[in-house]
């Protein structure tokens, strides 16, 4: 089954709402190794954008404590960065066998944060290259070339 961007509109909703609370000054980009939009944060913004986060997604774990209990993202997660204390993810219900996740890691002594937004396949799906890519782009308004050009 084909996936239309349309089937993936509560996904959209949700980037929607987590960036509300950017300023415009940020700019998201492209992570080509990890596959992910990210956008790094400064200062008080860090904590305008991170409580939200917890409102938008159904599951979000850390370090610390236990991922859920769906091997496909907890494999995922493992192979695109791990995670170190302070880190957490966030997860999204599954939709078309997909799951939206943000990865928010604080940095250079907790005044930075990378949050990284991603599609999670699941259930043995694979993504066509620059799917992620291609949804991302659209929801976050990513203004960098295609990765594959």
């Not at 939200?52 to 159904?58: N, Q, S, T, V």
Request: net charge negative; charged share 25%; proline share 8%.
């Amino acid at each position: 089954m084909q996936i239309k961007l349309e089937d993936l509109a509560p996904f959209q909703e949700i980037c929607r709402k987590i960036c509300l609370n950017i300023p415009p000054t940020y700019c998201w980009q492209w992570d080509q190794k990890r596959g992910m939009a990210v956008v790094v944060l400064c200062g008080e913004e860090t904590e305008l954008v991170f409580f939200p986060l917890f409102k938008e997604f159904r599951h979000h774990w850390s370090f610390t404590t236990a991922p859920p209990d769906t091997e496909d993202i907890s494999q995922w997660v493992n192979d695109r960065f791990g995670l170190m204390p302070g880190q957490a993810v966030f997860t999204s219900l599954p939709l078309h066998n997909l799951v939206l996740c943000v990865a928010w890691w604080p940095w250079g002594e907790d005044e930075k944060v990378s949050m990284r937004v991603g599609l999670i396949p699941i259930h043995g799906i694979k993504l066509r290259e620059n799917v992620a890519f291609e949804c991302l782009r659209r929801w976050l308004k990513i203004e960098t070339p295609n990765p594959a050009k």
